[in-house]
């Protein structure tokens, strides 16, 4: 890659920083398993002047979903399950979902389930399930009324509890809808490991990758590492929805929040989830990253099998689900695997790449994306709310403009 062409990322990433957009990002690209950019500009902490760093710590929000996706794939290739068992099967109370239809007058009915949610349909947002800040179904407003996400001293088993007391938003397999699919994941890997989510994690993915400094809290003497919360207001705050979001972003709010209640560093007995949660760095994510790149192993430790990396990083979304959509712009070009997007048609997703280029975001505005053809990765870290400015789409340009191979 032409070094003086990366040179072009700082000042593109200093802009948003000077518009005062975002208070400070983190880039990194790799390739070829080498570090080729890696650098920060703005300020963790505006009010203290405290610029952001290479180890600075950032909450990843639904970039924890991939990790959580790894994490179960490693009991699948142990034969603990099939992806198309029944979620009933480990979790009863499933098969006693109902799905909340509306009927020709408009007005909402529950119906019985066609199908069954599958493991494979919470990993791929099929399951039927939904989030409380989305509102484009009924059971939205269900879940705001129990608090699903917002309630951090509810323990994970908790969580999912609250969730099969809720019927569905559709029919599993009907349509893809962004989801806490993740979240029920997570709680598998409880029921069929027999542990608590966080000590799996750092036994079966952390520990073995050397992701020193990613979990679902941070030790007290890092917590100055721990990079402030900017943007629009909290997403997992009770009653929060995107037409509010949107609402905020197009009245120009922009500040300081306080996520601590929804997204604890301190450690504690019930927070671990699967669709957010966890804290981690550049350097940890790229390790992880890098692991995926190179078909499952880093550094001479094995954490997946080559085939189960393919298996994970294939489109399950038929034509009729297809483009899947969180907020628009729709995702045009990408379908769905197990946890990640998955690029498909390069021309129709407007931006450089390759086919088969997997990836994912988190809302404060992390993103990452691998692509194994140019062996490259790709890691950019903010901490800013549900921005809907694109400097990931931005950097994803200036990293292939930089390719001369």
């Not at 500040?255 to 671990?272: L, M």
């Amino acid at each position: 890659m032409s070094s003086k062409r990366l040179e072009r990322i700082r000042s593109v990433m200093q802009g948003y920083v000077d518009q005062k957009k975002i208070a400070g990002l983190s880039t990194m690209i790799a390739r070829k398993g080498k570090v080729v950019h890696f650098e920060q500009v703005g300020q963790m902490d505006k009010e203290s002047n405290k610029s952001m760093s290479d180890d600075t710590i950032f909450r990843i929000y639904s970039m924890t979903k991939p990790i959580i996706c790894a994490a179960l794939m490693t009991l699948y290739e142990q034969g603990r399950f099939h992806l198309t068992d029944p979620v009933a099967k480990f979790i009863p109370a499933f098969d006693d979902l109902k799905v909340l239809e509306c009927d020709e007058t408009g007005e909402p009915k529950e119906v019985d389930l066609a199908r069954p949610p599958t493991v494979r349909s919470l990993l791929t947002h099929t399951s039927g399930l939904s989030y409380d800040f989305l509102e484009d179904f009924p059971v939205g407003e269900l879940y705001r009324q129990a608090r699903i996400i917002n309630n951090a001293d509810r323990t994970l088993e908790e969580l999912v509890h609250g969730l099969t007391r809720l019927p569905l938003a559709f029919q599993p397999d009907s349509r893809w809808h962004y989801s806490l699919g993740l979240d029920v994941a997570a709680r598998l890997i409880e029921i069929i490991s027999g542990q608590a989510l966080d000590q799996f994690l750092k036994e079966n993915i952390f520990d073995p990758l050397g992701m020193v400094d990613t979990g679902f809290s941070v030790a007290p003497e890092e917590q100055y590492r721990i990079a402030m919360m900017y943007g629009l207001p909290d997403l997992c705050s009770p009653n929060m929805s995107m037409s509010k979001l949107l609402e905020a972003w197009s009245n120009g709010f922009n500040e300081r929040i306080d996520v601590s209640a929804t997204y604890p560093a301190s450690k504690s007995v019930a927070f671990a989830r699967g669709g957010h949660g966890l804290f981690s760095t550049t350097w940890d994510y790229l390790r992880f990253a890098q692991m995926l790149l190179n078909q499952g192993e880093l550094a001479g430790v094995r954490i997946l099998g080559r085939k189960t990396v393919n298996l994970m990083h294939t489109n399950y979304l038929q034509d009729d689900l297809l483009p899947y959509v969180i907020a628009d712009p729709p995702a045009y070009g990408y379908g769905f695997g197990l946890g990640s997007r998955v690029l498909m048609n390069v021309a129709e997703s407007e931006k450089p790449g390759s086919v088969g280029e997997f990836g994912w975001a988190g809302a404060a505005k992390t993103y990452y994306w691998v692509d194994p053809q140019e062996e490259i990765i790709g890691i950019l870290m903010s901490q800013s709310m549900m921005q809907f400015e694109k400097p990931e789409v931005d950097f994803q340009v200036l990293t292939y403009q930089a390719l001369i191979d």
